[in-house]
Each structure stands twice: as C-alpha cells, then as structure tokens.
C-alpha cells in the first residue's frame, strides 16, 4: 500500500489537471439545450475507464448516457460496485460565482467550479484509486463495476431500469457511492442514511386569461392568492406538516440515535451564522441535527405566475404554480405521500379554481446497517486515508439509486462521503478541497485493498 499513497501523491497535480479537464464540460442534466453535453461528459469518463484498460460502455438510454466499466481478474473473491454522477445542477445565478461556473479555478486548497464535490470530483477519486493499483501493482485486488450516470440531479428513471435489467451483470457483494460529506474538517464520516423525497408540482388555473384587475378585480378569485392560501395551510406555525396522515409512517427516533447525534460537535449559533439567517427555525421538540437529518420537511421550492417584468402591471393572473418537495424518513413512502398530499390539496381547493398536479422526482429514504459486510473496512479505509477517526452519520439529502441498489442487487451500499458541508453543493462557488481529493483517493485505493484482505 506504501507504493500505492506515493503513486497517489506523486501524480496528485495529474489527477488535478484532468479533474478540471472534466469540470469544463457543462454536463446540467436539467436542461435540454446541454444534453450533447452530458453525452461528452460520459464519454469523458468512458475514455478514463478504457485508458486504465478496464471494459468501458456507454450505454444510451432515453435520457444521458450510463457508463459502466469492469475489472474481473478469477482470482479475487470480492466484487465492488461504485456508483457516481457526472451531471450537475444548473449555476444560476451565475453573477453570485467569483469566477465562471465551468472554468475551475484553484483558490488556496480549493478548486471551484460546479461539479467539484458534487459529484465530479468524488467519483473521480475511485477512478484514480484504480489508476494507482493498476500503475503500481499492475492488477487489482478486488474485481471492480462502475456505474456512472448522468441524470441523479432530475432523479432520472433510466438507471434504475438500467439497474433492474442487468441485475445479473452488476452482481456484487458491496456497493460504494461518493456523493456526501465529511461531518466536519478532518472529522471523515460513513454515511448510514439518506432522506428520501416526493417532488409535486401544483398549477392553480383561475379564468381563461389574464384579466385587467380594476375591471374584474373583487369579484374573481384570483389564482395566485388561492395558491398561497393553499400553501399556507400546508404547516403550521411550529412546522409540522398539516397533511392528514402525513407523519403515520414516519419511524420515531431512537433513543441510542439521539444520543449519538448529540455527541457530535455541533454550535447552533455558528451554524445560524454560517447561513446568514435570522433565527433557526424548525420542530421544537427536535434538534438542528436531528431536524434535518430524520424529521420530514415540505419546502416550496419556488413560485411563479402573474406579472415578474419591470415595474407594475394590474392584472388578475389567469393561473399560479408551485414546486413542492417533501423529504422523507423511514418509513414513509414516495407513492403514498404523493397521494396524501394530493388529497389534501383538493380538499383545501376552493370552488374558484381548477388544480392539476405533476409529479417529478421521488424516491424512498434509505438507511444502512451499522453491521452491513464491509462497514469495518470502510471505517479502516476512512482513518487512514483521512488520518483520522470517522464518525457516524446521516444526511439529509438523496441519492435515489441508492435504495434502488440495495433491493435490486441485494448488497449494502457505504456512502463514503469525501466533501464538506460547506462545499456549496447545488450553490454559488461549489468547492472541493484538493487535500480531501487525494485523501478520499487514498481511501478508496485503501478500501480496495483491505476488501480483498477480508
Ligand atoms: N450529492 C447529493 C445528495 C446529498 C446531498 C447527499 C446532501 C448528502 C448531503 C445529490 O447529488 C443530490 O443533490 N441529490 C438530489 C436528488 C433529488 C434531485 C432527487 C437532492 O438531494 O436534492
Ligand atoms: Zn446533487
């Protein structure tokens, strides 16, 4: 293993120059206009795949492309699956970057460009972690399955069906997925649950069109403020969810669980700060930690209808819209959420106005067991390539292939998460520490190796 870290620091401004080579490609699986993109960002990844000599595809699929690649020597025992995702959320605003989104820049230890944690930079740690096996030793310990794809960020159907139709082919005894963080600096942590989540969208259709407000203004419901009546009666003051129904599934926390969660370091006040708010806000009965890790929440994402142009225009809109999304705990259900939530909103629907709903991304939350085969040698692999002592977690963000692998191939998946929490995921000025880059490669480099030890 010696060999193999110095191989690692050795090459580590290599590894950087081709990082940023893929952090260029504007691969924004939102968007239609960037779909040649996303293909050019797979085939990125393929071709670093067939350069270390691995069996490369691309497969297309209804949407962007899934690249898999394959290391299969018959005399090792253990089989790895490493999922990740090479497309990105979209930059805007972009006037809030300090330099363009899709132009890395090196600032300090940090690279910054959308994609640089999340998840370009995570999955390509395991993509070198092989180079630095292969280059030194000229084998691997372990066989290897990767599965990238390029629609996590609009929870895209195409790889769970890819998933559920090569089951065979992606047999495996532990999967390994990058897409989380650390706890804290130097505080590396295994991940062991993800919030799942139901995305709704509603539409309020008041009259056929537009209409001049002083002329029809008072005796026609006006379809943005039925909206935000709706949306209003949605939480309560405290921030419980007024959805009958709604909490009959969630598992409560358990005692041991809190009491973990508390032992970690955590400054409610710093945290405030750090975002720039106010004052903290959530369920009284539960912590910060607790709240955004095991509690559901309902969030309007955003807003629309009406007149937003310059200056003032005195219509009645004809229709208002909202993007809703839930983020759900053990045990709740995506299907049945989506439906209470429904319910709901027709029942608080006055006669005035016609509502219609669209469903986008779901999926289930997920949680992995602290006992899973190969959780001791994920911990092993943490401490030593981050040189200290990783601490249990839970995220509440999704990756919603993760239920998808446990049930379909009936293995663990570890979520060795290699960011930070202020990475800026999703935001402005993404981040990855270079530092964190060659540990989390060392890590996994590490892991391959203690895998076949076991
Ligand atoms: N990397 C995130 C998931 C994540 C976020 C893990 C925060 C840990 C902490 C992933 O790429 C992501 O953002 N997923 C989306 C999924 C959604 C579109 C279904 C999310 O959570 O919003
Ligand atoms: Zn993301």
């Known amino acids: 293993m010696d060999q193999i870290i110095e191989y690692i620091r050795n090459n580590k401004q290599r590894f950087i120059d081709e990082l940023i080579e893929f952090l260029k490609i504007p691969s924004l699986s939102a968007q239609s206009r960037h779909k040649a993109d996303c293909e050019r960002a797979a085939d990125f990844v393929r071709k670093q795949f067939s350069q270390l000599g691995l069996d490369a595809q691309l497969h297309p699929t209804a949407g962007n492309p899934i690249v898999t690649a394959r290391h299969t020597s018959p005399e090792n025992k253990t089989t790895v699956l490493i999922y990740g995702h090479y497309d990105v959320q979209p930059p805007e605003p972009l006037d809030l970057w300090t330099s363009p989104p899709f132009e890395p820049r090196i600032e300090g230890d940090n690279i910054i460009a959308r994609g640089a944690t999340d998840d370009k930079g995570q999955l390509f740690t395991h993509i070198k972690a092989v180079e630095a096996h292969l280059k030194t030793n000229a084998r691997l310990p372990v066989n290897l399955i990767f599965v990238i794809e390029g629609e996590e960020e609009v929870a895209g159907v195409h790889v769970s069906e890819f998933i559920r139709t090569h089951r065979d082919d992606l047999k495996c005894d532990v999967a390994v997925v990058s897409d989380s963080s650390q706890y804290a600096p130097n505080m590396p942590a295994l991940c062991y649950g993800l919030r799942g989540i139901c995305a709704q969208e509603i539409r309020v259709q008041g009259p056929k069109q537009d209409l001049h407000s002083g002329s029809f203004g008072g005796a026609v419901a006006n379809p943005v403020n039925v909206l935000c009546q709706m949306i209003a009666q949605l939480k309560d003051e405290s921030g419980k969810i007024r959805i009958p129904g709604f909490y009959d599934d969630v598992l409560p926390l358990e005692q041991w669980e809190r009491e973990a969660f508390a032992a970690l370091p955590w400054d409610d006040e710093a945290f405030r700060q750090s975002l720039g708010v106010k004052a903290l806000h959530g369920e ?17 994402n955003g807003i629309f209808g009406g007149y937003n142009g310059e200056g003032a225009k005195t219509i009645i809109p004809a229709w208002g819209g909202a993007k809703i999304t839930m983020r759900l705990v053990p045990n709740q259900n995506p299907q049945t959420i989506s439906r209470l939530f429904r ?19 779901s999926c289930g939350p997920v949680i992995v067991k602290r006992s899973a085969p190969f959780v001791a040698e994920a911990l092993e692999s943490l401490r030593r390539g981050f040189g200290a002592e990783p601490v249990f977690i839970r995220e509440g963000g999704s990756i919603p292939i993760v239920l998808t692998i446990q049930q379909e191939l009936n293995v663990h998946a570890l979520l060795l998460g290699f960011g930070l929490p202020d990475d ?4 402005p000025n993404e981040k990855l520490s270079l530092t964190d880059f060659e540990r989390g490669i060392r890590t996994s480099a590490t892991f391959f190796h203690l895998c076949a030890q076991k």
Do not use: M
């Not at 800026?424 to 935001?427: K, Q, R």
């Open 424 to 427: 800026n995921a999703h935001g």
């Open 343 to 361: 319910d709901f909103i027709r029942k608080i629907t006055p006669p005035t106005v016609e509502v219609s709903f669209i469903d986008h991304s």
């Open 284 to 300: 009284e009965t539960y912590t910060s930690i607790e709240r955004k890790w095991a509690r559901p929440t309902l969030d309007v």
